[in-house]
């Protein structure tokens, strides 16, 4: 795979003859929809058009020390109606932010993603799942529309496919994604301090709570199938005075065990909710997310639940082992 794409006129016209747009993505705020979000509004920003950059979550200071533009963002639903929105990786009109109508803040939708499980809601709609991250996406368009890279929308871009890819490791990362680097790295990325802040910004009792993690962690194997498990639960969380944002990463962690096949990470969530990470190596897992009212990509998909922690989880490791099983057999 190449990596190439065409990007749709359709969008790139969609984008063009308009004057103001409204940007939204889906709740749970992550370094792809977030840089792809800022690098669009700046492009859009440069061509002369109205945007406003829809954000209610609040951004990590990982992500705000690096990123520019982000006091141009609003945490606040506008009151006022725009010529078209834009939706940034959001599968399902459902995992947008809740109480947000896009068809009563504008007459045009527009769809733009690369989840697998999206359900092309758009009136245009530009869905390509085998890209690794939005941001690459976001890249083309800029280049399509003639806005000059600068270093303030590399830097965005370059944010959003460093964490989408898991540092350019994940096996959607083709030769164009480097080249698309390499023309972000040229524009002014200051690589070392990105990476300094995204990865490298843990309090000691996060990795404390780390260790704990990893200590527990659970290789349950059967019929060839092996799956790695841990459980982090709101109780431990406020014996370390972690916050949920500063945990996203411990599924990586869980993802260095060698002979598993799939890694999951249950954890407690405000509001009594339970959430899980999902990791495949070589099997999609999506479809077990979906048992669960889940979904994501085909090797990484994500559940938010209600429940019992250690049910949920017993529940989720026994459907990828079901799901595994019938895969490997086939
Ligand atoms: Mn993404």
């Known amino acids: 795979m190449t990596g190439d794409f065409q990007v749709p006129p359709a969008f ?25 979000m800022l690098a669009l509004q700046q492009a859009l920003t440069i061509m ?15 992500l705000s020390r690096i990123l520019y533009g982000l006091e ?44 697998q499980d999206n359900e092309n809601y758009g009136d245009i709609n530009w869905v390509l799942p085998e890209v690794a991250a939005l941001g690459e996406m976001t890249f083309e368009l800029i280049q399509h ?29 083709t030769p164009a994604t480097h080249r ?14 990105v990476s300094r802040s995204v ?31 841990a459980e982090i639960t709101q109780k431990s969380l406020d014996e370390y005075s972690v916050r949920p944002e500063e945990i996203q990463f411990f599924v990586d962690e869980l993802d260095r065990v060698e002979q598993a096949d799939v890694v999951v990470l249950v954890r407690e969530a405000p509001g009594g909710k339970i959430k899980a ?9 999506n479809q077990v997310a979906a048992i669960f009212g889940g979904g994501g990509h085909s090797r990484a998909a994500g559940v938010t639940t209600d429940g019992k922690i250690s049910e949920i989880r017993k529940a989720l490791v026994d459907a990828v082992h079901t799901e595994l099983t019938k895969l490997t057999k086939a």
Not at 180 to 193: F, H, I, K, P
Not at 214 to 228: F, I, K, P, Y
Not at 277 to 285: G, T
Request: hydrophobic fraction near 40%; include cysteine; aromatic fraction near 6%.
């Open 12 to 36: 790139v016209q969609a984008l063009r003859q308009h004057q103001s747009y409204l940007l939204v993505s889906h709740v749970g705020l992550d370094g792809d929809h977030l840089g792809s």
């Open 48 to 62: 002369g058009k109205r945007v406003v950059a829809y954000l209610p979550e609040s951004i990590p200071a990982s």
């Open 72 to 115: 141009n963002t609003s945490a606040e639903l506008p009151d006022e109606k725009f010529d078209a929105v834009v939706a940034l990786e959001c599968p399902t009109l459902g995992r947008m932010p809740k109480g947000f109508e896009p068809r009563k803040m504008a007459p045009l939708l527009l769809n733009f993603d690369h989840h």
């Open 145 to 173: 529309l003639d806005v000059p890279l600068d270093r303030s929308m590399a830097t965005a871009l370059y944010v959003a496919v460093l964490t989408d890819t898991g540092s350019f490791q994940y096996s959607r990362v």
């Open 180 to 193: 698309r680097l390499a023309s972000m790295l040229q524009a002014g990325v200051a690589t070392d301090e």
């Open 199 to 229: 990865y490298r910004n843990s309090t000691p009792n996060v990795l404390k709570l780390l260790g704990r993690m990893l200590n527990d962690l659970t290789v349950d194997e059967r019929d060839g199938v092996c799956v790695a498990w």
């Open 277 to 285: 990470s999902i990791r495949s190596r070589n099997h999609p897992i």
